[in-house]
């Protein structure tokens, strides 16, 4: 029979362990991002990023039980990988088996748009490429908590919504190369800008949407996820803004953001990948926007690596934090691209 003393010893280690365990507050809601991998990019180690991205991101995730769910922000390999189906299902078995988690995935321009590049052998149409990645990754329904209240869009299924306790979640289809407008190669180039033109007209009703879903009082925060960097300075002079307000194929949603932010007067948070920047910082606090952040995340070559986000509703001066997986610590909250700071 155990001892009084030693009952409350392992009454105390239980309940420091409990605590370990537990969010730090009840208020937070913690998920996984990442994208533009796997590359096949050769580590110090030797390894590749595929190898990394199965034997030590995934398996640690799926460890994670406090981790709700993985999103993947688009480019699942270079194109000569992730233009065919077999790359297609073996990243969706990945999240299923490797990562044991719910997984949102929205599109990138190496799964489709730069698929009709003469480097890619076959070389296939882009909007076949966009069907073939509709048809595996959106053709059937998904197994989420009904309590999401997951949705998508019609005609444009790759846009989803989910809600998650206070925070709402929706994902957009905007890739590079103009969102399918440049560098087509294969297609008939007018049914490609019509199409882009119906993508952007989707987006636009999506964002609208949730940004009305956010204004329900239940709701403290909204976290946006998709492909395109509208902040890149290299390509777009020194504005942190670049070419999110100034290029007409992007400068509509990049308003609607903007405005979307300012009127809704809670915390939003927008997630991409597409560039090596690696950072979470506030890019319309130049526009005297304090509520937006935006997380440039791991992958396309550096660092190798994925992002647990925290969201804390219950810290309004920065309810979003991130941290790195792999590396440890806090992501930086500078956007360095390719050694040059905007």
Not at 114 to 141: G, I, M, W, Y
Request: aromatic share 10%.
């Amino acid at each position: 029979m155990l001892n009084h003393a030693h009952a409350a010893s392992l009454l105390g280690t239980l309940i420091l362990a409990l605590a370990a365990a537990w969010p730090a507050h009840a208020s937070e809601t913690r998920f996984a991002v990442y994208g533009d991998m796997p590359y096949m990019a050769t580590l110090p180690d030797g390894r590749t990023d595929k190898q990394v991205l199965e034997q030590d991101i995934a398996p640690r995730v799926a460890g994670m039980a406090e981790v709700d769910f993985v999103i993947h922000l688009g480019d699942l390999g270079r194109p000569k990988d992730a233009c065919n189906d077999t790359w297609l299902h073996a990243q969706k078995r990945l999240w299923e088996h490797g990562f044991k988690k719910p997984a949102f995935y929205t599109p990138g321009d190496n799964d489709w748009t730069d698929c009709d590049r003469a480097t890619v052998k076959p070389r296939q149409s882009e909007l076949a490429r966009l069907d073939a990645v509709r048809r595996v990754f959106f053709s059937t329904p998904h197994n989420y908590d009904p309590a999401w209240r997951y949705s998508r869009q019609h005609g444009q299924p790759e846009n989803a919504s989910w809600t998650i306790g206070e925070i709402h979640f929706t994902t957009l289809h905007i890739v590079s190369t103009d969102n399918g407008r440049e560098q087509v190669y294969l297609d008939d180039p007018r049914q490609a800008l019509s199409l882009a033109d119906s993508r952007d007209a989707a987006n636009l009703l999506w964002l609208k949407r949730a940004f009305k879903a956010a204004k329900n009082p239940e709701i403290q925060a909204l976290v946006i996820a998709t492909q395109h960097d509208f902040f890149e300075p290299l390509k777009h002079g020194s504005s942190q803004l670049g070419w999110c307000l100034s290029n007409p194929s992007f400068a509509p949603i990049c308003e609607k953001f903007l405005q979307g932010t300012k009127t809704l007067g809670k915390p939003v948070l927008m997630m991409h990948g597409d560039t090596d920047a690696y950072c979470l910082d506030q890019p319309f606090k130049t526009e005297g926007v304090a509520n937006f952040w935006r997380l440039n995340a791991p992958g396309d070559f550096k660092p190798i690596d994925l992002s647990i986000i925290s969201v804390d509703v219950a810290n309004k001066s920065h309810p979003f934090s991130a941290t790195s997986l792999l590396a440890g610590g806090p992501v930086p909250d500078e956007c360095v691209y390719e050694g040059v700071k905007p």
